[in-house]
């Protein structure tokens, strides 16, 4: 299955630099998402734009396929790379800031995803999770009965992409997936934590 994976934005919030290059445990977070898309078996590509230029670099080094869109906002952009990626049928859609991501996660994800039968499919985070690190979700919903926010990694329907998608909502109790990195403070969380939550990766 095709991964998206979206580092076209700046890191504003977190200020060093091109977020998808922001250095956990000696390697860029995108380094990490990356491995993990490929141990699930799918086919990442980065989604670069005007904005990182050193993130497309670096693919260009690691020989990482990128598709560069116009850098006009999140939902424009996912648009217009799933257009270019010319794929119909169902595809990831992850951020490069959820360094903590897991091929067994992806594969729950894909697995729920076939069974529920429907377009697309949300992942969600209990946010007690996101609690107990310290990590401060801007966004939440209840899922299941339980307050939980969104993980950043998403599937879609490619031939779908310019309406709304009806979708599967799975909740997962995987700590990992607290970490979705947007400022200094949860980046500083993560490196204390980091390995107690990818030891099982």
Same mark, same amino acid.
């Given at each position: 299955m095709?991964?998206?994976?979206?580092?076209?934005?700046?890191?504003?919030?977190l200020?060093l630099?091109e977020?998808?290059?922001v250095m956990?445990?000696e390697?860029p977070?995108?380094?990490r998402v990356?491995?993990?898309?490929l141990?699930?078996?799918?086919?990442?590509?980065?989604?670069?734009?005007y904005k990182?230029p050193f993130?497309?670099?670096?693919?260009?080094?690691n020989?990482?396929?990128y598709?560069?869109?116009?850098?006009?906002?999140?939902?424009?952009?996912?648009?217009?790379?799933?257009?270019?990626?010319?794929?119909d049928g169902?595809?990831?859609?992850?951020?490069a !800031?959820?360094?903590?991501?897991?091929?067994?996660?992806l594969c *729950?994800?894909r697995? @729920?995803?076939a069974k529920?039968e429907?377009? #697309?499919?949300s992942?969600w985070v209990?946010i007690?999770l996101?609690?107990?690190?310290g990590?401060q979700?801007r966004?939440?919903?209840?899922?299941?009965?339980?307050?939980?926010a969104?993980?950043?990694?998403n599937i879609?329907?490619g031939?779908?992409?310019g309406?709304?998608?009806d979708?599967?909502r799975l909740l997962? !109790?995987?700590p990992?997936l607290?970490?979705n990195i947007n400022? *200094?403070?949860?980046l @500083?969380?993560l490196?204390?934590?980091?390995? #107690?939550v990818?030891k099982n990766?």
């Open positions: 095709l991964a998206l994976i979206f580092a076209g934005g700046e890191g504003a919030r200020r630099g977020k998808a290059l956990v445990h390697r977070m995108i380094a990356l491995d993990a898309f141990s699930a078996d799918c086919e990442p590509v980065v989604v670069t734009s990182t993130t497309r670099n670096w693919c260009r080094a020989g990482i396929d598709l560069d869109t116009t850098g006009t906002g999140y939902v424009e952009d996912l648009t217009e790379a799933v257009e270019m990626s010319g794929v169902p595809l990831f859609t992850s951020a !800031d959820i360094p903590c991501l897991t091929s067994g996660t *729950r994800i697995a @729920a995803h529920h429907l377009p #697309a499919c992942v209990p007690r996101c609690e107990v690190f990590m979700p966004y939440q919903e209840m899922i299941c009965g339980i307050p939980a969104p993980c950043a990694v879609l329907t031939n779908l992409i309406e709304a998608q979708e599967y997962l !109790d995987e990992g607290a970490f400022i *200094r403070e949860e @500083a969380v490196e204390r934590e980091f390995s #107690a990818y990766r």
